[in-house]
């Protein structure tokens, strides 16, 4: 069996994606549970958000096609009762305690993530684009792969990293020469499984090389520059660095600027101070993972 085989069987076993918020376990203790507190852990935190949408387009309870953003899905569980339900049968068990192989604590995945899909969703915003509400979504779940490789795949970072720095790769061409599959695509993989909608999963898989879709896509045009963008704004930054390839036909077709990436990042600075609590929770100070 190669690698990639092994990592893939490995990670056909999955149900839930692991989180590192603990936050959200520790809500439910009470009798009152705090249901709005809870609703924005879990649209900040990746692994909850792609677990929720995993469970909602699964039952399509309103048959009105998938539900692509946490917020669309919190409206159709509408029960506090129902989310609680949700939170500690399907979520709760499943922390991360390490993303193996990237050098990050689950509080700097977090971080990255929340980054990556604020970015995004600004980057439209400056650029004046009418983008669909789930550019924040998918920039939050596209580094999801890494949760999974860190939880259930041994990774031997120095093998990646030597590629990376005697052969001059860019980190997922690395990964790929190694396990077979870049965490994009096993992420896209694992959550196309699950049933996520394609406008989701497509973004996941092709983030890091958009070059390479057949097709012209908005959301995956922003969330590769959100993604860039993040790992130069340095928040949460892996073993991985800054060690990918950028899109000159991505750049050209958004028509981005330095005056463009410096108000986006200026903007997104911003937004993450009010989230900071968030971070703080699942900082090794405050979660004992």
Wanted: glycine share 8%; net charge negative.
């Amino acid at each position: 069996m190669s690698r990639r085989e092994e990592i893939l069987a490995a990670c056909a076993k999955v149900v839930a994606m692991p989180t590192c918020v603990r936050k959200a376990g520790s809500l439910l203790d009470g009798p009152e549970a705090d249901f709005s507190r809870l609703a924005r852990i879990i649209e900040h935190d990746p692994g909850l958000t792609a677990n929720l949408l995993k469970v909602v387009n699964a039952s399509d309870p309103v048959g009105t096609g998938p539900v692509l953003t946490a917020r669309a899905a919190l409206d159709v569980l509408r029960s506090p009762d129902v989310l609680r339900f949700f939170i500690s049968t399907g979520v709760a068990p499943y922390y991360v305690h390490v993303i193996a192989g990237y050098d990050q604590a689950p509080s700097q995945f977090l971080q990255h993530s929340t980054t990556v899909a604020l970015a995004s969703r600004e980057l439209a915003r400056t650029l004046g684009m009418d983008a669909p509400d789930h550019v924040y979504t998918a920039g939050l779940l596209s580094g999801i792969g890494k949760l999974l490789l860190g939880a259930y795949v041994q990774v031997d970072l120095r093998d990646i990293l030597r590629l990376v720095f005697d052969r001059d790769l860019a980190f997922d061409r690395a990964e790929e020469a190694v396990f077979g599959i870049t965490h994009a695509e096993l992420g896209a993989v694992v959550l196309e499984r699950w049933g996520l909608p394609e406008s989701l999963t497509k973004v996941v898989r092709h983030h890091l090389r958009p070059d390479g879709y057949p097709g012209l896509d908005p959301v995956l045009d922003l969330v590769h520059v959100g993604n860039v963008l993040a790992k130069m704004i340095g928040l949460g930054l892996g073993a991985d660095g800054l060690n990918y390839e950028v899109s000159n036909a991505v750049v050209e077709r958004l028509g981005i600027t330095s005056a463009v990436l410096d108000t986006v990042a200026a903007n997104v600075v911003v937004e993450l101070r009010s989230l900071w609590d968030l971070f703080l929770e699942c900082s090794d100070d405050f979660c004992s993972l």
